[in-house]
C-alpha cells in the first residue's frame, strides 16, 4: 500500500458514539418501526460512511471490528430476537446437516474425479470426502482446481456409484423431502424475510450502482465531505508492467507501491490509487488515461465520492455476511433463495436476475463475492437450483453476449456456473424440453460467427484481433452445449424428442456452414504468396468432435430419433450438393466389360475441401443404423432406396485424393497450410469425426454400388483411369511421359488408392460395419501401436483417441494384449505387446503414419527372424462384415481389380525404371493375400457352395487376342525373380495358401478325404525351408569364426613387434595409479604402514607423467617444470550445515581462520580430472573471453557460463569450471634420526613462535619509526630469522597457485580478487579440509570403503588440492602465513600475546589440523636443526585429537542412558581412562557437566564421536605424504578401528594421548575449560553441535503428492496475506513453502537494484546461493544456482505406470519414488547441482533464455 499501514485515529466523536452504541436496543427499535427498509437505510447512510474509507488506507483491522459492532449485530439481533450466538447455535441444533458438502474450491486445491464412477469428469470430490469414500480404491484421477467449483459428494446424480463419502451418508429415518422451513416459527421466517431482503436489495442497488458522484434514495449521508477516490479497474488488456510504469507516473509512488497497487487491482479488480478532492483525483485519472490509450482501449479509472466507495465496500462485506449466516440454517438458506428469486410487484426481474445481467459491468471483487453467495445458496438448495436454472437458461442468450464483449477470464463470469447445472442429468434434460436449451445454445453459438462467403459458409479468412479474441471467447458455448449432452438419456419422453430433434436441425445448420469452408485449389506454376488461414476452422472442428460423436449416442439410444436424425442429415446433405454442381460434365468410363456414368472432376484442378462434417455425420448414423439393426427392422422407414451412392461417397473421396495428392508432393506450392490441415486430418484429436468417418462413407457408398463402378470412379478421381483401362496403357505412357516427376507422383498416387482398396475392405474393427464389440477397436489400436516398439502409459494415451470423458477406454483390455515393464532409477515403465497379439499385425493398418509403418515393418520382420520364422507378414485374419455392409467383399474378386492387380504384377516382372515400386508391388500382393484369407474362411465356415472364388479367377489366363498369363502364373514367374528377393516370402507364403485353398475346394467337391494332403505339402515346403536357412547360419558362422582367428593373429604379431611399447604403458600405468605395486610396499614384509610421523613408510619417488587435453603433449610433472593444471570448480556450500539460520558475515571484515563446528558454510571444491598446460588454457580461457565480447555485440543471449565471474567449460567434457589447481609433485622429504617428544618439542616451538613475534614488531616498528619497550626474545638454536627460503617452484606454477588462490578467495567470502589479501591462505586450507569432510561423508552415507572407491576425478582433486594447501605459502606473504600459524596454535596451546582465541567448543578440529600442518611449514622453512616436518606433523594431530576428545566429552554425552552392555574386559583400561578424563573435565567446569559414571558409555560416545575426524585425517596425510593405505581401509566394514589408528601413528586407546604426557596436558585442559566461553555454550540455550555430525538429507516428502497440493493450497503469500499464491514452491533443503514467480514476493540482494523472486533469495540464505525446489503445482523439480542458472529436473513422484507428470496435466495419482529422491539427495551431497544445471543448459538451449532470478 502507499504508505505504511498504520492504525489510524478514529474520530473521537464516533469512539463516544460507539461506546453508547447498542445493538440490542437498535434491533428492538426497528421491531417496532413500520417503515422498516427506510429506517435500516437510514442506519447505514449514517454509519457506513463513518466506517469505511476515511483515509488513502484501508485499514481492516479496525473496519472489521467496527462493522460488526455497528452494523451486523443489530441486524443479527432483529434476525434471532435474542443473543445473535445463542440463536444461531439453536437453529444449528434444529437444522438437519445437508447432504450435498458444497465445499467452494480454493485456486491450486486438489480435486478428485473417479473415472469408473463419475458421470462426467465435472464431477470432483474435495480432499476429505475423497478420503471417506469409496473411490479411493478406483482408477481416480487428480488436478488442482483453478478455484470456483464445489464438491459434489451427496449428489446422486453426480457418481454412479458411491455418491456419500462417510461423513455425508445420509440418516435412513431422516425423509429429505420435508420442507426444511417447517423447523421456524412464522415470526421468525417473517424477520428472516425482512432483513435478508432489505440487505439483499441494498447490496444489488450498490453493487449495480454507476453514478459516481450521488447515492441512491435514502442513502444519502447526513454530511457530504469533499473527499474522492481514484478507482483504477482490471482489464486483461494491460500487462503489469504497463500499469506498474503508469502508476508511478501518475501517482508519484516508488516502484515497490506500484507494485502492490498492480497487485491488488489484478487480484481484487479494483484499487484506490489517490484520495483527496475531486480535482487532485481528476488529475491522475487523466495521467492514466493518457498513458495507456496508445496502443490499445485506456485503462478502466473512475474518480468516485468517498461515500460510494463506502457503501460498495459495505455491500460486499454484507454478501459474504448473508453467506455467513446462512450456513447456520437450511432454512434460512431457503429463505435467501426465496428473496433473491422473487419477481418485482410489476413483475420486473428478480434481484438475482438483476446481478447476473449486470455480471459484465462489475468489478472482479464484486464478481467473486456473488458468484460464491449463489453457489451457497441457490445452488445448494435443490429446490431452488432448478428454478435458478430456468431463469439462468432465459436469459442465456444475453449473458453470453455480455460474456463475449466483457474481457474477464470465463472463472470471472456468472455464465461459469453453467458448469454447475448443466451437468446435471435431470436439470439439462428438463431444460432441453422446458427451455429448448440445446436449440438457444446452438443459435447463439452461430449467430455470433457472422462472417460467412457467399454460399453462406463461415469465412474465417482476415479475423481481425478483436474477432479472433470473440472467436476464443465464443467457444465457451460448445463447452456449455457439450455439459448439456454428456449423459444420454435413458427414457425419451416425446417432448425431449422434439425438442432434441428441433436441436439437430440446429445444428445440422451449423454444420451446413461449415461443409465445404476453407477451399483450397492446387497452386500450379507458384508458390502461394500469404499462408492462408486455416486454424480457426480446425479449432472449431476440434471442438465440435466430441459433440458430434454424444450426438450420434444420443441418436443410438433411441429408434425413432435415429430414424429422424438420419431423414433430417440426408435431406441437409442432398441440399448442400445440389448447390455445389457448378459447371460438373458428365462422362462415361469403360474398362473389362464394364462402364459406368460419373462427372468429369479433378481434385488437382478444382476446388476441394477438407470440412465435410455433414456427410461425416450420415456416415456415422448410417454405422448405427446397421449396429442397432435398424436398418433390417425398418427398413420402410428408411430412405435408403433414395441415396445415390455415387453423391455419397463423391466429396469424402475428393478429400482422400486430397491427401494422396499431397503426399505424392503435386501440393507443394500450396505451402504449410495445407500440409498442417493433413495432418490434423489424421491426426488424433481429429481423426474419428473427419478420416474415419469418410472411410465409413466410402465403405458405405461402395456397398450400396456394383464393385467394378466403384472402382472405375475412384480410378477416375485419383487420375489414374487412362493408366489402367487401356490394355497396354501404362507402356505407351510411359514411353510418351518421360518426364520424372510426373511418373514418381503416378506411382505415388497408384500406392495410395491400392492402399485404400486395402482399407475399404479390411477395416471392419467398428461395430456396425464387422462383428465386433467396442473393445476389439481399442485392442487392435493398442496392439498396432506396441507393433512399432514398446511404449509408456501416457504415450499409447496420447495415440489413443478421448471421449467426452476423456476416456479412452484402454485400461479396459491392456492387459489382455501387452505385459507391463516396470522403471529404473530413470526412463518410465513400458508396455511389451503379448507375443500371442503379434499375428493380428496389419501392415497396413489405417491408422498408421508413413513413419510408423515403416517402423511396424521392421520391428516385426526383426522378431519374426529372431524367432527363425521366415518374413512374410501376411494379412490378419479378418471379422465378418454386417449385413448391410456386406456386399464389400466383392470388390476383392472384381473384374476392375483383378485388372489392376494384373497389370501391376505385369509390370513387376521386369526390374524397375522408375515405372513401378517396390510398395505399389507390396500392396498388391497384400491384397492378394485378403482375397486368399476371404476364401479360406468362407471354406471353413460356410455350409453351402463359397460364393467367393478368387483363387479360380486368378488361376485364368487372360481373353484373346492378348493371351496374357494368369495372375497365378505371373506370380510364379514372380518367385524366381533375382530382382524380387525382398518379396519372395510374401510370394511362397501366396502360393502356399492358394495350394492349400485348391485341396480344401477339391475335399468338399469329392467325398471328405482325411484331413493331410494340403498339410503334408505345407508341411514339406516348410521343412526344406528350415534345411535350407540351417545350413546358411552353419556357414555363417564358420566365416564368422575364421574371422576372429585371422584379427586375434594380427593382433598377437602387433604385440611381438611393439613389445618395448607395451612394457611401458603398463609400467606407466602402474606407477599412475596409487595401488600397492612392490616398491610402494613397505621395507620389511611385516612393517605397519604409517602415514604420518617420524616412523612415516618411506615412498619411493617416482615420475608423474600426464597429457595435456588441448596440445596432446605429455609433461613429467615437477617443481622447477612447465606448470600443468586440473580444470575445477570452487562454490560455497552449505551441504553439511548444522546451522541455517546463521546470518552470513560481512564479507570485508570477516575473518575465516577459525570454522565453526557448525559447518555453516564453507567453500567446496570439485573438478572434472581433465589435465592442461597452465599456458594452453591461458589461451583457451582468453579466446571464450573474446568470443563471448564479440557474442554480446551481435545478441543479448545468456551462455550456461558466466565468463565474467571466470567461469568456462572444460574443453573435453564440458563441465563447468571457474578456476584451476596446478597439479604438485610430492614434497621430498629427509629422515629424522632422533625425534623430540612432545614436552621439548612444545618447548622449542614456544620459543620459535615469541621470536617470530618479536621479529613481526621489529619489522613493524621500523616502518613506524619507533621502538618497542618489550624484551627482544632470542631464537632458539638453528632458526634462522633472516632467511628467505627461496621457492621451489617456476615460475609458471607461483602464477597459477595464485590463480587458484585468488578464485578460492573471491568464491568463498564473495569478493573481489585481491591476492595481497592475507585471508587468501586461509580459504584455501579451508576449503581443503571442507572437501575432504564432504567426500567422508559421502562415502559413509552410500557405504563405501575410505580409500579406493572415489572416482579418479575426485582423487586427483584431492591429491591437487592437499598439496596446493601445503605449497600455497611459497606464493604469499611469509610473515603473514607466519602470523596465521600463530594465531592458530594459539587456540590449542595458550599464547599471552595473542588476543581473542576462540574457546575449544568454538573451533572444528579437522579444519584447524589441517591449516596447523599446512601453515607449519612457514615457520619450519626457517629452522635448521634437523627436525623433519613429520615430528610437527605427528605432534599437531595428538594435540588437535586430544582436543577433539575433550571436545566430544563436553559437548556429545547423552543426558539419557541405555543399557550398558559388558566389554567383556577388552576395552576395560579405555572405560577407566576416559572416566578418569571426564571427570578431571568435571572439577574444572563444575555443575555445567552432568555426571556420567558408565566408562563404557564414555568411551562409545568417544569413538563414535571422533571417528568421522579420523577418517578426514586419514584422507588428508594420505593424498599430503602419498603413503599407500592399508588394505583393511579399502573395505567397508566394521573393525576399521585399529586400522584407522595405526595408519596415523596413534594409540588404539586415544587416552594414552592424554595419560603419557599428564604433566603437560592437565594445564593444557585447565586453559581449554578456564575459557569464559566454554561456560557460556555449556550452559546457554544455544544448541550445542554434538559429535558425530548427521549427515545433512533432504527433507522428509509424503507418500502420496496429494499431501502436498493440499499444503500448498493452503498456502497464502507471506507478503500480501490474503493471497494465494499462484506457485507455491517447497524448498527440499529446509522445507521452507515461497511464493515463487510473483512481484509480491520480489525483493533486493546484497543492495543490488534489481530485484529477485523468492526461490532466488531464498538460495543465498538457504543454499549459499545453490536451492533444490520442489514446484508443487508442477510437479517439478527446480534446480537454482546464482541468479542466471537454473534447470527443470524431473520429479520424485511416479504414477502406477513409472513416469513423472510435469505439469499434472494427465491427472494419475503419484507416489513418492525413494529410489529418484535419493539419486537428488546424491546430487546435493555430491555438490553436483550447479554441474547438472550446465549440462542442462548445454544440451537445451532454450533453458538459457529463461529469467531464472525471478522465480
Not at 474522492?228 to 508492467?241: A, G, I, P, Q, R
Not at 507478503?1615 to 494465494?1620: E, T, Y
Amino acid at each position: 500500500m502507499a504508505a505504511a499501514e498504520s492504525d489510524r485515529e478514529v474520530p473521537s466523536a464516533l469512539c463516544s458514539e460507539f461506546l453508547n452504541f447498542s445493538a440490542k436496543d437498535t434491533a428492538a427499535r426497528w421491531l417496532q418501526v413500520s417503515d422498516l427498509p427506510r429506517e435500516v437505510y437510514q442506519h447505514l447512510a449514517c454509519y457506513v460512511p463513518q466506517i469505511y474509507c476515511q483515509g488513502p488506507n484501508l485499514n481492516p483491522q479496525s473496519e472489521e471490528l467496527l462493522t460488526q459492532l455497528l452494523l451486523q449485530s443489530p441486524l443479527e439481533w432483529y434476525l434471532c430476537g435474542e443473543e445473535p450466538s445463542t440463536g444461531l447455535a439453536k437453529l444449528e441444533q434444529i437444522n438437519q446437516p445437508s447432504q450435498l458438502c458444497g465445499h467452494v474450491f480454493k485456486v491450486g486445491e486438489p480435486t478428485y474425479s473417479c473415472r469408473e464412477c463419475a458421470a462426467d469428469p465435472t464431477c470432483v470430490l474435495c480432499m476429505q470426502c475423497f478420503l471417506g469414500s469409496v473411490h479411493k480404491e478406483h482408477r481416480y484421477r487428480m488436478t488442482t482446481s483453478g478455484g470456483g467449483g464445489f464438491c459434489d459428494c451427496g449428489d446422486t446424480e453426480a457418481w454412479k456409484e458411491g455418491p456419500y463419502c462417510q461423513k455425508h451418508e445420509p440418516n435412513i429415518s431422516d425423509s429429505s423431502q420435508e420442507d426444511p422451513l417447517a423447523h421456524l416459527t412464522p415470526d421468525m421466517i417473517a424477520r428472516t424475510y425482512n432483513v435478508f431482503s432489505i440487505v439483499l436489495k441494498y447490496a444489488v442497488d450498490m453493487l449495480t450502482w454507476e453514478k459516481e458522484d450521488e447515492l441512491p434514495q435514502g442513502l444519502e449521508p447526513p454530511e457530504r465531505a469533499d473527499t474522492y477516490y481514484c478507482m483504477l479497474f482490471n482489464d486483461e488488456v494491460h500487462t503489469y508492467e504497463q500499469v506498474i510504469y503508469t502508476l508511478q507516473k501518475a501517482v508519484n509512488c516508488t516502484q515497490k507501491e506500484a507494485v502492490s497497487f498492480a497487485t491488488t487491482v489484478d487480484r481484487d479488480g479494483r484499487k484506490s490509487v489517490r484520495y483527496g478532492d475531486f480535482q487532485f483525483c481528476e488529475q491522475a485519472k487523466s495521467i492514466i488515461v493518457r498513458n495507456t490509450s496508445r496502443q490499445s482501449k485506456p485503462l478502466r479509472v473512475q474518480v468516485m465520492h468517498s461515500s460510494v466507495v463506502a457503501h460498495q465496500c459495505f455491500a460486499l462485506k454484507a454478501l459474504g455476511w448473508m453467506g455467513h449466516v446462512i450456513r447456520h440454517s437450511d432454512a434460512l438458506r431457503r429463505v435467501l433463495c426465496q428473496v433473491g428469486l422473487q419477481r418485482g410487484p410489476e413483475g420486473e426481474g428478480s434481484l438475482v436476475d438483476t446481478l447476473m445481467l449486470c455480471d459484465s459491468k462489475m468489478w472482479k471483487g464484486a464478481r467473486n463475492v456473488y458468484h460464491q453467495l449463489l453457489m451457497s445458496s441457490l445452488l445448494m438448495d435443490l429446490k431452488y437450483k432448478k428454478l435458478f436454472a430456468i431463469q439462468f437458461a432465459k436469459n442465456y442468450e444475453r449473458l453470453q453476449s455480455d460474456y463475449v464483449r466483457d474481457d474477464h477470464d470465463r472463472e470471472y463470469s456468472v455464465t461459469d456456473l453453467s458448469v454447475q447445472m448443466f451437468t446435471v442429468p435431470s436439470l439439462a434434460r428438463m431444460l432441453i424440453t422446458e427451455e429448448n436449451l440445446m436449440t438457444t445454445i446452438i443459435r447463439t453459438f452461430v449467430d455470433h460467427l457472422r462472417h460467412r462467403d457467399l454460399q453462406g459458409r463461415f469465412q474465417f479468412e482476415r479475423y481481425t484481433a478483436q474477432q479472433a479474441f470473440k472467436f476464443r471467447r465464443v467457444q465457451s458455448l460448445i463447452g456449455d452445449l457439450k455439459y448439456v449432452l454428456i449423459s444420454r438419456p435413458t427414457e425419451w419422453s416425446d417432448k425431449l424428442r422434439e425438442k432434441f430433434l428441433e436441436g439437430l436441425d440446429a445444428f445440422l445448420e451449423l454444420l451446413k456452414c461449415m461443409q465445404g469452408m476453407d477451399p483450397v485449389v492446387r497452386q500450379v506454376g507458384q508458390h502461394i504468396e500469404m499462408e492462408p488461414e486455416w486454424e480457426a476452422a480446425f479449432t472449431l472442428q476440434m471442438k465440435l468432435t466430441h459433440i458430434i460423436s454424444m450426438i450420434q449416442e444420443w441418436c443410438s439410444s433411441d429408434e425413432r430419433v435415429l430414424i429422424e436424425a438420419y431423414k433430417k442429415c440426408l435431406t441437409i446433405l442432398t441440399h448442400c450438393h445440389s448447390g455445389f454442381t457448378d459447371g460438373e460434365q458428365p462422362i462415361t468410363l469403360s474398362m473389362c466389360g464394364h462402364s459406368v456414368d460419373t462427372i468429369r472432376y479433378c481434385v488437382s484442378q478444382e476446388k476441394v475441401s477438407i470440412h465435410l462434417p455433414v456427410s461425416r455425420l450420415l456416415a456415422g448414423l448410417h454405422v448405427l443404423l446397421s449396429k442397432s439393426e435398424v436398418a433390417y427392422r425398418f427398413p420402410e422407414q428408411l430412405p435408403l432406396s433414395e441415396l445415390s451412392p455415387p453423391m455419397l461417397i463423391e466429396h469424402p473421396l475428393r478429400c482422400l485424393v486430397l491427401c494422396a495428392q499431397v503426399h505424392a508432393g503435386m501440393w507443394r506450392r500450396n505451402g504449410f497450410s495445407l500440409v498442417n490441415q493433413i495432418y490434423y486430418y489424421h491426426n488424433v484429436k481429429c481423426r474419428v469425426e473427419m478420416f474415419d468417418k469418410d472411410l465409413i462413407m466410402l465403405q458405405a457408398g461402395a456397398s450400396m454400388m456394383d464393385a467394378n463402378h466403384f472402382l472405375m470412379i475412384m480410378l477416375s478421381r485419383f487420375e489414374l483411369f487412362h493408366i489402367f483401362s487401356s490394355i497396354d496403357g501404362r507402356k505407351r505412357y510411359s514411353r510418351e511421359n518421360a518426364n520424372k516427376d510426373v511418373v514418381q507422383q503416378n506411382n505415388t498416387l497408384i500406392e495410395e488408392m491400392l492402399h485404400l482398396i486395402i482399407m475399404v475392405v479390411g477395416e471392419r474393427f467398428v461395430a456396425g460395419i464387422g462383428q465386433v464389440h467396442v473393445c476389439e477397436e481399442i485392442k487392435r489400436e493398442i496392439i498396432h501401436q506396441l507393433c512399432i516398439r514398446p511404449m509408456a502409459h501416457s504415450e499409447l494415451v496420447k495415440a489413443l483417441p478421448e471421449n467426452e470423458n476423456k476416456e479412452t477406454g484402454m485400461e479396459r483390455v491392456i492387459d489382455s494384449v501387452a505385459s507391463f515393464k516396470k522403471p529404473g532409477v530413470t526412463g518410465r515403465g513400458l508396455y511389451e505387446l503379448r507375443p500371442a497379439c503379434a499375428k493380428q499385425f496389419n501392415l497396413y493398418f489405417h491408422h498408421y503414419s508413413r513413419a510408423d509403418q515403416s517402423k511396424a515393418e521392421e520391428a516385426q520382420r526383426k522378431l519374426k527372424r529372431q524367432q527363425g520364422e521366415d518374413t512374410a507378414l501376411p494379412p490378419p485374419v479378418l471379422p465378418q462384415f454386417c449385413a448391410l455392409f456386406g456386399s464389400l467383399v466383392k470388390l476383392l474378386q472384381c473384374d476392375v481389380l483383378l485388372s489392376i492387380l494384373h497389370t501391376v504384377l505385369q509390370w513387376s516382372l521386369e526390374p524397375s525404371g522408375g515405372h513401378w515400386s517396390e510398395s505399389m508391388l507390396q500392396r498388391v500382393l497384400h491384397l492378394i493375400g485378403m482375397a486368399l484369407m476371404e476364401e479360406h474362411q468362407q471354406l471353413e465356415n460356410s455350409e453351402e457352395e463359397a460364393t467367393f472364388s478368387f483363387t479360380l479367377k486368378i488361376s485364368r489366363p487372360g481373353e484373346a487376342p492378348s493371351n496374357s498369363a494368369s495372375i497365378l502364373a505371373l506370380l510364379e514367374t514372380l518367385q524366381n525373380a533375382p530382382h524380387l528377393e525382398v518379396h519372395k516370402d510374401t510370394i511362397r507364403w501366396i502360393l502356399k495358401t492358394v495350394a492349400s485353398i485348391k485341396t480344401m475346394r477339391e475335399r468338399t467337391a469329392t467325398t471328405p478325404v482325411a484331413d493331410h494332403g494340403g498339410q503334408s505339402q505345407e508341411e514339406t515346403v516348410r521343412d526344406k525351408d528350415k534345411a535350407e536357412r540351417k545350413r546358411k547360419a552353419e556357414m555363417a558362422r564358420l566365416r564368422r569364426e575364421k574371422i576372429m582367428a585371422q584379427m586375434s593373429e594380427m593382433q598377437r604379431h602387433f604385440i611381438n613387434e611393439n613389445k618395448e611399447l607395451f612394457q611401458q604403458t603398463s609400467l606407466d600405468e602402474l606407477e599412475a595409479s596409487a595401488s600397492t605395486s612392490v616398491e610402494h610396499s613397505p621395507t620389511s614384509a611385516d612393517a605397519a604402514l604409517v602415514c604420518v610421523g617420524p616412523r612415516r613408510t618411506r615412498v619411493c619417488e617416482r615420475k608423474q607423467v600426464v597429457t595435456c587435453i588441448l596440445c596432446q603433449e605429455e609433461q613429467e610433472i615437477r617443481p622447477e617444470g612447465r606448470a600443468m593444471v586440473l580444470a575445477a570448480f570452487v562454490q560455497r556450500s552449505t551441504v553439511m550445515s548444522k546451522n541455517r539460520q546463521r546470518l552470513p558475515p560481512d564479507p570485508e571484515k570477516y575473518d575465516p581462520i577459525f570454522m565453526h563446528p557448525d559447518l555453516s558454510i564453507g567453500t567446496h571444491t570439485g573438478s572434472c580430472g581433465h589435465i592442461m598446460h597452465s599456458h594452453c588454457w591461458q589461451r583457451y580461457f582468453e579466446a571464450v573471453q573474446a568470443k563471448e565480447q564479440r557474442r554480446q555485440q551481435r545478441l543479448r543471449v545468456h551462455t550456461s557460463y558466466d565468463v565474467e565471474n571466470g567461469e568456462f567449460l572444460c574443453p573435453l567434457c564440458e563441465c563447468l569450471s571457474n578456476t584451476v589447481i596446478p597439479l604438485l609433485p610430492l614434497k621430498k622429504t629427509s629422515s629424522s634420526c632422533d625425534p623430540p617428544t612432545l614436552g621439548p618439542w612444545l618447548k622449542t616451538i614456544g620459543q620459535q613462535v615469541r621470536s617470530l613475534h618479536s621479529a613481526h614488531r621489529k619489522a613493524k616498528a621500523t616502518s613506524a619509526e619507533c621502538l618497542d619497550s618489550e624484551p627482544d626474545c632470542p631464537a632458539p638454536q638453528g632458526f634462522r630469522l633472516d632467511h628467505t627460503p627461496p621457492s621451489p617452484y617456476s615460475d609458471s606454477i607461483k602464477e597459477m597457485l595464485t590463480t587458484f588462490g585468488t578464485a578460492t578467495y573471491k568464491v568463498g567470502l564473495k569478493v573481489h580478487p585481491n591476492e595481497q589479501d592475507p585471508r587468501v591462505a586461509i580459504l584455501c586450507w579451508g576449503s581443503c579440509a571442507y572437501t575432504i569432510q564432504s567426500i567422508e561423508r559421502l562415502l559413509v552415507d552410500e557405504e563405501k570403503p575410505l580409500f579406493g572407491s572415489l572416482p579418479c576425478r575426485q582423487d586427483d582433486c584431492l591429491s591437487s588440492l592437499v598439496r596446493f594447501g601445503s605449497a600455497c605459502w611459497t606464493a604469499g606473504c611469509l610473515s603473514t602465513v607466519q602470523t596465521h600459524f600463530i594465531r592458530l596454535l594459539a587456540a590449542l596451546v595458550p599464547d599471552p600475546q595473542v588476543n581473542g582465541s576462540p574457546c575449544i567448543l568454538d573451533v572444528d578440529m579437522f579444519h584447524l589440523l589441517v591449516s596447523l600442518v599446512l601453515s607449519h611449514s612457514s615457520v619450519h622453512c626457517l629452522d635448521d636443526s634437523g627436525v623433519t616436518v613429520d615430528v610437527g606433523q605427528l605432534h599437531f594431530l595428538h594435540l588437535v585429537t586430544m582436543a577433539h576428545v575433550v571436545q566430544i566429552l563436553l559437548t556429545s554425552v547423552p543426558v539419557e542412558m541405555t543399557m550398558e552392555q559388558e566389554s567383556g574386559g577388552a576395552e576395560r583400561e579405555e572405560e577407566e581412562a576416559v572416566c578418569r578424563l571426564y571427570n578431571s573435565l568435571r572439577t574444572h567446569l563444575g555443575s555445567a557437566l552432568c555426571e556420567v559414571s558408565s566408562g563404557w558409555h564414555l568411551w562409545r560416545c568417544v569413538k563414535a564421536g571422533i571417528l568421522p575426524y579420523l577418517r578426514a585425517t586419514a584422507i588428508f596425510f594420505h593424498h599430503l605424504n602419498g603413503v599407500t593405505p592399508p588394505p583393511e581401509l579399502h573395505v567397508f566394514g566394521p573393525g576399521q578401528w585399529e586400522a584407522l589408528c595405526g595408519y596415523l601413528s596413534l594409540p588404539c586407546n586415544l587416552l594414552q594421548l592424554f595419560y603419557s604426557h599428564q604433566d603437560l596436558m592437565e594445564p593444557l585442559l585447565q586453559g581449554w575449560c578456564s575459557h569464559p566461553a566454554v561456560k557460556q555454550c555449556l550452559q546457554g540455550s544455544a544448541t550445542l553441535v554434538s559429535f558425530p555430525r548427521e549427515s545433512n538429507q533432504l527433507i522428509e516428502l509424503p507418500e502420496d503428492y496429494s499431501a502436498l497440493i493440499n499444503q500448498a493450497s493452503s498456502f497464502t503469500c507471506p507478503r500480501s496475506g490474503v493471497d494465494k499464491s499462484r506457485a507455491p514452491t517447497l524448498c527440499l533443503v529446509c522445507g521452507a513453502m515461497l511464493c515463487s514467480q510473483s512481484y509480491c514476493c520480489q525483493t533486493e540482494l546484497d543492495g543490488e537494484k534489481e530485484e529477485v523472486g523468492a526461490c532466488t533469495a531464498h538460495t543465498f540464505s538457504c543454499g549459499a546461493g545453490v536451492g533444490i525446489f520442489l514446484r508443487v503445482r508442477e510437479s517439478q523439480v527446480l534446480f537454482l544456482a546464482g541468479k542466471t542458472k537454473g534447470c527443470f529436473y524431473a520429479p520424485p513422484y511416479l504414477d502406477d505406470y513409472g513416469e513423472t507428470d510435469q505439469g499434472l496435466r494427465r491427472g494419475n495419482p503419484l507416489h513418492l519414488c525413494r529410489e529418484r529422491y535419493r539419486k537428488i539427495q546424491k546430487l546435493w551431497r555430491q555438490h553436483s547441482i550447479t554441474e547438472e544445471i550446465g549440462h542442462a543448459q548445454e544440451a537445451n538451449q532454450t533453458l538459457v533464455g529463461i529469467d531464472w532470478q525471478h522465480l
